[in-house]
């Protein structure tokens, strides 16, 4: 697509119809594709031509909607996943096998650090987790011979701590690995991480791409820029034939631009199948069309419950990186200009239990386990998405048992104040 701005691929990336063709992008509501011959089919399979056989690998629908959101992270090819958490398993396991090692930030979404620290582990991958604000000797320590990649989150959740992407990717780059970047919270338009240094963006596209908790998926983008072929020992999986399929070498095949995405779908997304469903795609792209609008409205509902929240007598701390008095407000100037997002996280004088008083006080605002939709919604991290945690991990992760977490939707400003204030009396 030329090169157009971000408000108008959102609208119009990904799918581009021909004379006499459908306006919407369709949906390609089946599992199969019939051919003529055979030999046509063993094409597909031998990856010498292009085209679709099985929805569990590729589906029109999906890679339309890939192809756009790969437009708007600035990457060169994309794929999407059945949920976030199966982005992100793929992302890391595509590069790293038994005996490898990750260095990861320590401030990510509880699911993804169980998925790291426990499930990977019990695979044999190993993980040395750095704080977020790491010296860069700090980080440079944390790698080993056996390191395939750095792994973290461009605003964490529900820390909201902000990631130092040029950090990270200089120390990766120096080891010779990929940076992988998790941009759910800020989504593209908001920030890019590919322009400052990350090679490989991932998403929970259940979260602000689709907006409206109508469809759970993932998304994988590759920015075409790691050369793999010039670290070939330690990517063996990309540089060498893959027996599993044909004896294919992805890098060579399909070059910088293209080995990740393709390893990823003809080896992972055959073997594992978190494929999203093209009726989710399609819910998806809906999304999309107006990220670039819903975006700002987001973050500035968050803005402005954060700077209620830090004037408020009965809260202790509030994290919002929008804030001039937020610890990480200087990198929030740097990557996130424009804004960052609708979370915002604080803790209450009376930790665990004024917090749960005021959870029940609410009334605008929904107790629920999602995120980053258009209605607000709220909850206790430690009580919920992170309850697999030890309070020791919850503190590293920069969770504390009596954080709350609110995500500010698109509804009127001072109503979500309103509801905020009213539940803060109940304490």
């Known amino acids: 697509m030329p090169d157009y701005r971000l408000d108008t691929k959102c609208v119009q990336a990904g799918y581009t119809p021909g004379n006499g063709e459908p306006r919407q992008i369709p949906i390609y509501q089946s599992t199969t594709w019939k051919y003529a011959t055979s030999e046509d089919m063993a094409k597909l399979f031998d990856l010498e031509a292009s085209g ?49 090692h990750i260095v990861a930030s320590s401030s990510i979404y509880g699911g993804t650090f169980n998925l790291i620290s426990v499930t990977m582990a019990r695979m044999g991958i190993k993980t040395t987790f750095v704080s977020p604000d790491c010296t860069k000797e700090e980080l440079d320590a944390a790698f080993t011979p056996d390191t395939k990649c750095v792994f973290g989150e461009t605003i964490a959740n529900p820390a ?3 990631l130092d992407i040029e950090k990270f990717a200089e120390a990766a780059h120096a080891h010779g690995v990929p940076l992988i970047v998790d941009n759910t919270f800020p989504t593209p338009i908001n920030c890019r991480p590919i322009e400052w240094g990350a090679d490989i963006v ?10 409206h908790g109508a469809a759970v998926g993932g998304a994988i983008v590759d920015s075409g820029n790691f050369d793999w072929m010039a670290h070939a020992d330690k990517f063996p999986g990309l540089t060498q034939p893959d027996d599993s399929y044909h004896g294919v ?26 494929i999203q469903s093209p009726q989710h795609a399609f819910i998806l792209n809906l999304g999309l069309e107006s990220l670039h609008v819903r975006m700002p409205r987001h973050s500035a509902n968050g803005k402005a419950v954060a700077e209620f929240l830090n004037a408020h007598e009965k809260v202790e701390v509030v994290h919002y990186c929008d804030l001039p008095t937020d610890p990480y407000h200087a990198l929030q100037q740097k990557y996130l200009p424009n804004g960052s997002c609708g979370v915002v996280s604080f803790e209450l004088k009376g930790g665990r239990e004024a917090a749960s008083r005021f959870m029940k006080a609410l009334k605008l605002a929904a107790i ?43 509804e009127n400003s001072q109503d979500l104040i309103d509801d905020i204030k009213q539940a803060l009396e109940s304490i």
């Open 52 to 100: 679709y056989f099985y929805t569990r690998l590729q589906n029109p629908t999906n890679d339309c909607v890939a192809a756009k959101i790969a437009e708007l992270e600035g990457g060169t090819s994309a794929m999407l996943t059945s949920s976030g958490q199966a982005a992100n398993f793929f992302a890391l396991f595509n590069i790293c096998s038994a005996g490898d």
């Open 160 to 162: 909201l701590t902000v």
């Open 202 to 211: 991932t998403h929970s596209t259940t979260k602000y791409m689709d907006g």
């Open 249 to 274: 070498t992805y890098a060579e095949r399909f070059g910088k631009e293209g080995a990740f995405i393709t390893k990823c779908t003809a080896q992972l997304m055959r073997d594992f199948g978190s």
């Open 368 to 410: 629920e386990t999602h995120v980053a939709d258009a209605r607000t919604c709220c909850l206790c991290p430690s009580a919920s998405t992170h309850r697999q945690m030890t309070d020791e991990q919850l503190s590293a992760a920069g969770v504390p048992a009596g954080l709350i977490r609110i995500s500010c939707g698109l």
